[in-house]
């Protein structure tokens, strides 16, 4: 799978698309010559969505990438190589991710600024997200002046750009990776994803076009993790 074939890469919004089917395994694990379905990772939860052949639909219940490859789960059997299908994403599910990824990305952003928070991992969800951070005081009210930055900078509607650059480069610059997480070694270009001049990541996921698309961000609960172990939840309204 390339950067070409992976279209969400490039363009978020895309949420229909007609391709040809590239190969089927055990009959429900479809790979397409290029797709917009996000596979799971990096946080971020697959799409769903539908692979339609001959008006014919095939639920798409999950996506992977496994070996480079990005593989649908489709419910039924009967799409076979060489196929032309056109797809859609279901789009409800998908913008909501994208605001939560950007958001996930505005809250690390000032964790980082404001306490110097280390972002150790984190979980998008359609209700809830969740943020895991080190930072050694844990003090609530704080967290409270953290959000309301976060939905400050949501307000100036900062763009949020896709960029590319090469690794060698990119790993000058230790404020592009936030989340600390090794590569594999075989990347050799990555994809920055900069939120207005407050924040750039290495980053593989879909994200809106400018931060007033997020919303609102709210606090639901921080719970402590072990010594500097920091998790806290958001949601969006
Ligand atoms: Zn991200």
Same mark, same amino acid.
């Given at each position: 799978?390339? =950067?070409?074939?992976?279209?969400?890469?490039?363009?978020?919004?895309?949420?229909?698309?007609?391709?040809?089917?590239?190969?089927?395994? %055990?009959?429900?694990?479809?790979? +397409?010559?290029?797709?917009?379905?996000?596979?799971?990772?990096?946080?971020?939860?697959?799409?769903?969505?539908? @692979?339609?052949?001959?008006?014919?639909?095939?639920?798409?219940?999950?996506?992977?990438?496994?070996?480079?490859?990005?593989?649908?789960?489709?419910?039924?059997?009967? +799409?076979?190589?060489? *196929?032309?299908?056109?797809?859609?994403? *279901?789009?409800?599910?998908?913008?909501?991710?994208?605001? =939560?990824?950007?958001?996930?990305?505005? +809250?690390?952003?000032?964790?980082?600024?404001? !306490?110097?928070?280390?972002?150790?991992?984190?979980?998008?969800?359609?209700?809830?997200?969740? @943020?895991?951070?080190? +930072?050694?005081?844990?003090?609530?009210?704080?967290?409270?002046?953290?959000?309301?930055?976060?939905?400050?900078?949501?307000?100036?509607? $900062?763009?949020? !750009? &896709?960029? $590319? =650059?090469?690794?060698?480069?990119?790993?000058?610059?230790?404020?592009?990776?936030?989340?600390?997480? !090794?590569?594999?070694?075989?990347?050799?270009?990555?994809? @920055?994803?900069?939120?207005? %001049?407050? %924040?750039?990541?290495?980053?593989?996921?879909?994200?809106?076009?400018?931060?007033?698309?997020?919303?609102?961000?709210?606090?639901?609960?921080?719970?402590?993790?072990?010594?500097?172990?920091?998790? &806290?939840?958001?949601?969006?309204?």
């Amino acid at each position: 799978m390339t =950067m070409d074939e992976a279209l969400y890469l490039d363009d978020s919004y895309k949420k229909e698309f007609t391709t040809v089917v590239s190969s089927v395994k %055990d009959g429900k694990f479809v790979v +397409l010559k290029e797709t917009a379905f996000y596979p799971n990772g990096g946080g971020q939860p697959n799409d769903t969505g539908m @692979i339609i052949k001959d008006d014919k639909e095939y639920p798409v219940v999950f996506v992977g990438k496994f070996s480079g490859e990005i593989s649908h789960e489709v419910e039924c059997e009967g +799409l076979s190589e060489g *196929d032309e299908v056109s797809c859609t994403v *279901d789009w409800k599910r998908r913008h909501k991710l994208m605001r =939560m990824h950007t958001a996930a990305h505005i +809250l690390s952003a000032v964790f980082h600024k404001q !306490a110097d928070a280390k972002i150790t991992g984190n979980q998008l969800g359609l209700d809830k997200s969740r @943020i895991d951070f080190s +930072l050694e005081t844990f003090d609530r009210e704080k967290i409270g002046n953290y959000f309301a930055l976060a939905n400050e900078w949501v307000s100036k509607n $900062y763009p949020v !750009a &896709v960029s $590319y =650059m090469p690794r060698i480069e990119a790993e000058k610059d230790t404020s592009l990776f936030k989340l600390a997480k !090794a590569l594999p070694e075989s990347i050799t270009t990555l994809r @920055i994803v900069s939120i207005g %001049d407050i %924040d750039s990541q290495a980053d593989g996921g879909t994200h809106v076009k400018s931060t007033e698309e997020v919303g609102k961000i709210t606090f639901l609960k921080a719970e402590n993790k072990g010594k500097s172990n920091r998790r &806290v939840y958001f949601t969006l309204l």
